[in-house]
């Protein structure tokens, strides 16, 4: 991690950007100064460089020009530590919610201005209407306000609110020990569990340098696997229930039972809850069990899926819909299959490998179309190379163990593959190793931003749902 | 339409028949903890009451008093003591919030 | 469900007696009584609207697996409706964090009566997050809870059971089991 002068800071950043550096998350931490910590990813040389710099009036250098995806992330960074860039836009609420006020839970100080409540304006034709949707919403999903903007039937513009979600994790975690924080950590974003909790042991041991064994690694990449699986085999089953495809979704919703109770009959818990631990895992697997039974299921899976494209009601929902841009997942920094079905060859298990990926590389799914399709077709593409990774690493042996971390300071950056995409984790423990700072950054945190613009090229109402699903983000994720 | 039909009748139910009969998948799902009365001493239970991540357990007097509707089954108080194990029980639903709460009596002090 | 059986739950399982006056004894009682009768009107067809108020999506999951085939909700009679106008039961998960407030007291409120509320997972309940600033930390706080589901997250065993003993066609077990291992 190199400590920038505020002088340098712009120059360092650009210097980044034009060599290739996707800017993965910005964020701040400690008061008086507050510190502001980029986390550049160097995919085409396999690393991270973390650049810092310490703020000590209100304004930094806009970043938001050299990497337009560091908006979300600068709106933020104002509404918990007061700091804002120098370039004088305004600045959305994203976080906290709108009674937020002096005595509110912040991360830092409060900002001195309340932040705006914009969206950019709309012409189309002069008729485009605003109107309000969730945050409850249809059966079963999680709470989402979505603001629709839309001429009649098409979309002309979506924007979401996540504030209602926020349960302030980042700042229940300081002063945690870090070992008991993984609890907290994987209810971040629970469908992500072993990614989170991977990301954020990972970041623990880069603090506090340990280095786990590597028949504990190889027992996370299974962890993360069957998480990968399940998940995506679960967005198969959503995508058939937005299309009206009964009977593809009961197909689909067989395999993700199944594979529930291979996690439950593997790890103990159906959404392997309880998996990671410092330095290592807590649980080690069934591999008896997960040889047997998960060729048998993800052959059943792949079989639907197979039968889906061939069923045209459901195929021409897909084709065409819900279209990301090369450029603009490049432009919005997204990660995970959404850019990878885009043409963006991202995946932190290649791109960043750390044990065991390194020795056990995954093929990687790309596509060019950026459709709802191609999606669905990279997610198809990973649940295969998830069963052939799982049967490898189960071959190589796994164990459990983990270690308590050493009472001592330091920070360190960890992070994982999540089925939606690189999910990152930073923290800076304090003399006594307990908490300072932790930052949790899921997928979902980057993802929701491509959705309105998926949304938006020439779809109608009835594609959001579909859209959604071929996402498969959470918004637990990105309120946290 | 007929490859989806024939695919469904050649895999068969998979319906539980839950609550009729018994479902043998019950058996693999975590459930909460049971304890041994009289086992656990009042400084171990203070020490589970520590660890437990949600809050479920507390010590009151000579009570371990546990909390079922605060669990999670994540298994660490059943880890740190051999007095802890899983109760096997999964149907947990309560109509008063106070029924969840459980009081188990602790080991008595020495010299009783 | 046996017409012929009495329809009144054994004495253990309603809420304990408060000490004291008669008078609030018989409330009690009666109060019980009425909410049995609510409910078993609802045995044969219900209807459940969803309420996230802050989880971290994992019981959403294993909520909307009630109607895939392991476990097809619909045998049962139950169904889920998006519309609270045609809903009976109001199924609610997470810890009630307090920007959600007007939201879940809106989606209660555009309920009609008679209803029902199901607090499902360990942070609806009270676990997981204690009550500060961000959340309330149990359901109970904002709506009146009928039944509690525990769990981390309710397996959809577990959310059927409470479901049937939320519509008095399950007797709750929860209240005599020990939790206390034997010898």
Redesign the interface.
């Known amino acids: 991690m190199t400590a920038v002068l505020p002088a340098r800071f712009e120059l360092e950043a650009a210097e980044l950007a034009r060599g290739g550096g996707r800017l993965a998350d910005m964020f701040a931490a400690g008061q008086d100064p507050v510190t502001l910590h980029l986390v550049w990813a160097l995919d085409g040389e396999r690393r991270y460089v973390i650049t810092s710099c310490e703020i000590s009036g209100e304004e930094y250098p806009s970043l938001s020009d050299l990497a337009p995806a560091a908006f979300l992330e600068e709106c933020e960074i104002y509404e918990q530590f007061g700091i804002r860039p120098a370039n004088g836009r305004p600045l959305n609420r994203v976080v906290l919610p709108p009674h937020a006020g002096p005595g509110f839970p912040r991360l830092g100080r409060q900002p001195e201005q309340e932040p705006a409540e914009l969206r950019a304006a709309h012409t189309v034709g002069g008729h485009a209407f605003e109107f309000p949707f969730g945050p409850v919403r249809q059966v079963g999903v999680e709470s989402l306000y979505y603001g629709l903007v839309t001429s009649g039937e098409e979309m002309v513009d979506l924007y979401l609110f996540t504030w209602h979600k926020h349960r302030g994790l980042e700042w229940r975690l300081q002063g945690q020990d870090p070992r008991a924080a993984l609890f907290t950590v994987e209810r971040a974003e629970g469908l992500s569990a072993v990614a989170m909790g991977w990301a954020f042991a990972a970041a623990v041991e880069a603090a506090a340098g340990l280095e786990p064994a590597a028949d504990v690694q190889r027992t996370r990449a299974v962890a993360l696997e069957l998480e990968r699986l399940y998940n995506h085999a679960a967005a198969t089953a959503a995508l058939c229930a937005a299309t009206g495809l009964s009977v593809g979704q009961s197909a689909a919703e067989i395999v993700l039972e199944k594979l529930l109770r291979l996690n439950a009959a593997a790890f103990g818990h159906r959404y392997l809850f309880g998996v990671l631990d410092t330095g290592g895992t807590r649980r080690a697997p069934d591999a008896e069990v997960l040889r047997t039974e998960l060729p048998r299921v993800h052959d059943e899976l792949r079989r639907a899926a197979s039968a889906l494209l061939a069923t045209n009601s459901f195929a021409d929902r897909l084709e065409a819909t819900g279209i990301v841009t090369a450029e603009q997942a490049g432009r919005l920094g997204l990660v995970g299959p959404v850019a990878r079905a885009s043409g963006i060859a991202i995946d932190t298990r290649l791109t960043q490998p750390s044990p065991p990926y390194a020795s056990h590389p995954p093929a990687i799914a790309v596509r060019k179309t950026g459709d709802v399709l191609a999606r669905f077709e990279v997610m198809q593409d990973e649940a295969a190379e998830s069963v052939r990774l799982i049967g490898e690493l189960l071959d190589a042996g796994t164990a459990s163990g983990g270690t308590e971390p050493p009472a001592r300071a330091g920070s360190g950056l960890g992070w994982a593959e999540s089925s939606r995409g690189e999910a990152l984790a930073w923290v800076r423990l304090d003399d006594r190793g307990q908490i300072a700072r932790a930052r949790l950054r899921p997928a979902s945190v980057r993802n929701w931003r491509g959705f309105d613009d998926a949304c938006r090229s020439q779809n109608v109402f009835t594609d959001v749902p579909i859209i959604e699903a071929s996402f498969w983000l959470t918004v637990a994720g990105m309120a946290r | 339409m007929t490859?989806?039909f024939l695919?469904?009748l050649s895999?068969g139910v998979?319906?539980?028949r839950?609550?009729a009969r018994p479902?043998q998948?019950?058996a693999?799902?975590?459930t909460?903890?049971?304890?041994?009365?009289g086992?656990i001493g009042p400084e171990e239970a203070d020490q589970l009451a520590a660890?437990c991540?949600?809050?479920?357990l507390k010590r009151e007097g000579a009570e371990l008093v546990?909390?079922?509707?605060?669990?999670?089954?994540?298994?660490r108080c059943e880890q740190a003591s051999p007095?802890?194990?899983e109760?096997g029980?999964?149907?947990?639903?309560?109509?008063?919030?106070?029924?969840?709460v459980?009081r188990?009596p602790l080991k008595p002090e020495a010299g009783r | 469900m046996n017409k012929d059986q009495d329809p009144l739950p054994p004495a253990s399982t309603r809420d304990p007696m408060p000490s004291g006056e008669p008078a609030e004894a018989a409330i009690q009682d009666a109060a019980g009584e009425l909410r049995h009768r609510i409910a078993s009107q609802f045995g044969r067809s219900l209807h459940i609207r969803t309420l996230d108020t802050g989880s971290c999506a994992v019981c959403e999951q294993e909520i909307r697996l009630l109607t895939a085939p392991h476990y097809d909700l619909h045998r049962l009679g139950f169904f889920f409706t998006p519309a609270p106008r045609h809903a009976d039961l109001l199924l609610v998960t997470g810890p009630m964090i307090r920007a959600f407030d007007v939201a879940a007291r809106k989606t209660y409120e555009a309920m009609p009566g008679p209803k029902i509320v199901v607090a499902t997972g360990a942070c609806a309940l009270g676990g997981v997050y204690q009550a500060d600033a961000f959340v309330h930390g149990s359901v109970g706080e904002v709506l009146p809870v009928d039944v509690w589901i525990p769990g981390c997250p309710p397996s959809p065993f577990a959310l059927l059971q409470g479901l049937l003993v939320a519509v008095g066609r399950l007797y709750e077990k929860v209240s005599s089991l020990p939790f206390e291992v034997a010898g």
């Open positions: 490859l989806w695919r469904g895999r998979v319906t539980t839950y609550p479902d998948a019950t693999l799902l975590p909460p903890p049971a304890f041994r009365p086992a660890l991540p949600s809050r479920a546990f909390d079922a509707g605060a669990c999670t089954a994540c298994g007095a802890v194990r109760s029980h999964f149907e947990l639903a309560a109509t008063s919030r106070r029924d969840l459980k188990i």
